[in-house]
Nanobody
Framework: QVQLVESGGGLAQPGGSLRLSCAAS????????MGWYRQAPGKERELVAS???????NYANSVKGRFIISRDNAKNTVYLQMNSLKPEDTAVYYC???????????????WGQGTQVTVSS
């Protein structure tokens, strides 16, 4: 059984910062790409940032220069440091990870439970 547990999020003022964490646990053989999506009310889910098993990263244009994704492979954890937050960053943020469980031949995409980020004065 593999699960992703998110932490962080909450309320921030415009221009403020928040940090999200997402830890994978369970019967894990290998963790490949990890990342974050977000979904605002009435909008489709969008990719915010992703990080490969190495250090290669990818960001949505809307967050480039403000958000930083990183990972700790020893802890199977991915982080999203969100700086210079804007009201339009308000959304539910979901982490994901492409994980090959032990005794499995292929990997699967697992999702966190989602955490609310609200940016408002």
């Amino acid at each position: 059984q593999v699960q992703l547990v998110e932490s962080g999020g909450g309320l921030a003022q415009p221009g403020g910062s928040l940090r999200l964490s997402c830890a994978a646990s369970g019967s894990i053989f290998r963790v490949n790409a990890m990342g974050w999506y977000r979904q605002a009310p009435g909008k489709e889910r969008e990719l915010v940032a992703s990080i490969a098993s190495g250090t290669s990263t990818n960001y949505a244009n809307s967050v480039k220069g403000r958000f930083i994704i990183s990972r700790d492979n020893a802890k199977n954890t991915v982080y999203l440091q969100m700086n210079s937050l804007k009201p339009e960053d308000t959304a539910v943020y979901y982490c994901y990870a492409d994980i090959q469980p032990r005794a499995a031949l292929i990997s699967h995409t697992y999702w966190g439970q989602g955490t609310q980020v609200t940016v408002s004065s």
